[in-house]
């Protein structure tokens, strides 16, 4: 099974990112996007869950699966391999670095904030960019 976890890590925020602090994503009246999925599910459990469940809980939402099919759904969506939270909007467009404590669990930080200055300068935190929204 392949995992998209990562441990003692921050992602930062991309170099392309055309804000300079954490935004909230807007949500549509029509359709909630992948930005606030992964805003909802990091934000109000922080340090609660890992990559792992934000990426597949998301998919879940998306696709509107049901409980019953849960299960199953885990299994084969992670039988190959998955993009990671380095693809994620918020770190692309909306600003955020997400931290991962030891146990691979995660939190939004602000780019702007003097905790995402800290974890930069932190030696024991892996710093991993974020993907860039444009190719060079």
């Not at 990091?42 to 998301?58: H, Y």
């Not at 600003?95 to 669990?105: C, N, S, T, V």
């Not at 932190?122 to 960019?129: N, Q, R, V």
Request: with cysteine; hydrophobic share 30%.
């Amino acid at each position: 099974m392949h995992s998209t976890n990562y441990y003692n890590s921050l992602i930062t925020v991309a170099e392309d990112c055309k804000v300079s602090h954490g935004t909230i994503p807007k949500e549509s009246p029509e359709k909630l996007t992948v930005a606030n999925y992964h805003f909802q599910l990091i934000n109000q459990n922080p340090l609660a869950l890992e990559s792992d469940d934000i990426i597949f809980n998301t998919h879940v939402l998306r696709k509107d699966i049901t409980t019953s099919e849960i299960a199953a759904e885990r299994s084969t969506f992670f039988s190959k391999g998955q993009a990671c939270l380095r693809t994620s909007p918020l770190t692309k467009t909306y600003g955020w670095g997400i931290y991962f404590d030891e146990k691979g669990r995660v939190k939004l930080v602000d780019s702007a904030s003097e905790e995402y200055f800290q974890l930069i300068e932190d030696k024991t935190i892996k710093k991993i960019p974020a993907m860039r929204s444009s190719k060079k």
